[in-house]
């Protein structure tokens, strides 16, 4: 097979049967050959088999892929998006018309990230999921679930530390946010990603080895539910102080975070860790970026934001990691 074949095939995105412009532009292919290209890929078995355990969001039932488009046993029908991934966020699991961050705060998310200002976070996370996750394999493939994925940022940092280690991942990720959701699938074919409420996990029960959830609001139950029994559940929340210098320049008065001491039903707490880090923020776009990806971009006046694109140069990012594992029924 030559060299363009192969590259059209690696650019097709699973439901997407589709070659890019990129590749038309080239001029190898005409367009007889692209109609047929796209027939044969459209109606390979490979497209027609899904690979990630999504569930109805209707009635529970087992999803199935059938040329761009779950089904269940019930006929509940979901497409598969031109991007790659499912929306499974019923209209009564709404809070508004459309809910999440909006683009304009995921974008700069987004760009913050790829900064690698979070890096250190991520590499934490990845290092403890591989601690506790290898426990697991018994020569499978490890199931990886991030609940409020995002863009996929931290999913893909995990399945990169778990891939060099010679262990398969199996990588899945919902987030309420559809803009967020597009992204993620865009950059990261080879996970499964859904639009979805984190009150209603759209995988199996004892399905997973891992739940991810960082920043995120989540239902404990939900979480006991899909995971097996040993798995993980890494929560990261904010610590004390973090962003301490973005509240001190907005708010009168600081009142620092609290951090979540509850242990869930169902779980024991194995780990907890604290990660503190000093963040230098070059530039007004770095702090603005930043600053959207807080409620404190939302409530600041436009003086005091102003005042803050301006002067504040470092911050400090602070995090509550905790490790709870599933116990025995």
């Given at each position: ?20 412009p990129a590749?038309?532009?080239g001029?190898f ?14 109606n390979s078995p490979?497209?027609?088999?899904s690979?990630?355990d ?7 039932g087992d ?7 779950f ?5 509940h ?7 790659g ?6 209209a ?19 760009l913050?990230?790829q ?6 976070l991520a ?16 020569d499978q ?8 994925c995002?863009?996929g940022y ?10 060099s280690q ?23 074919p ?6 979805a ?16 959830q ?12 899909v995971?097996?029994?040993g ?8 610590g004390?102080?973090?962003?301490q210098?973005?509240?001190?320049a907005?708010y009168?008065?600081?009142t ?14 194995v ?24 409620p ?20 400090t990012?602070?995090?509550d990691i ?7 029924a």
């Open positions: 097979m030559s060299i363009e074949w192969i590259s059209a095939i690696n650019r097709v995105n699973l439901g997407l049967w589709s070659i890019t590749i038309l532009n001029g292919l005409d367009n007889a050959t692209i109609i047929s290209f796209t027939y044969r890929v459209k490979m497209f027609t088999t690979t990630i999504w569930i109805c969001p209707s009635c529970g999803l199935r892929l059938d040329k761009g488009v089904c269940c046993d019930n006929k029908s979901f497409d598969m998006a031109k991007e991934y499912v929306n499974l966020l019923l009564q699991h709404k809070n508004s018309k459309e809910p999440g961050d909006n683009k304009q705060m995921v974008n700069a998310r987004r913050f990230l900064q690698g200002h979070y890096q250190p590499n934490t996370v990845a290092a403890l999921f591989l601690e506790h996750g290898q426990q697991q394999t018994q493939a490890l199931a990886f679930f991030d609940a409020g995002g863009e931290y999913l893909d940092c995990v399945s990169q530390v778990i891939k010679d262990l398969e991942i199996r990588a899945s990720g919902i987030d309420i946010a559809k803009v967020a959701v597009q992204k993620a699938a865009k950059k990261y080879q996970y499964q990603f859904a639009v409420s984190t009150y209603h996990l759209p995988v199996g029960d004892l399905s997973q080895n891992g739940v991810l960082i920043f995120a609001p989540s239902s404990e139950t939900e979480v006991f539910r995971l097996k029994v798995a993980v559940w890494i929560r990261v929340n904010p004390k102080g973090h962003l210098q973005f509240k001190q907005i009168d008065q600081v620092p975070h609290k951090t979540n001491q509850k242990i869930p039903a169902g779980f024991a707490l780990q907890q860790k604290a990660l503190s880090f000093e963040l230098k923020l070059s530039s007004p776009a770095e702090r603005e970026n930043l600053l959207m990806m807080t404190y971009y939302w409530s600041a006046t436009p003086q005091k934001k102003q005042w803050l694109l301006e002067n504040v140069e470092q911050v990012a602070d995090f905790q490790i709870l594992v599933k116990l025995a």
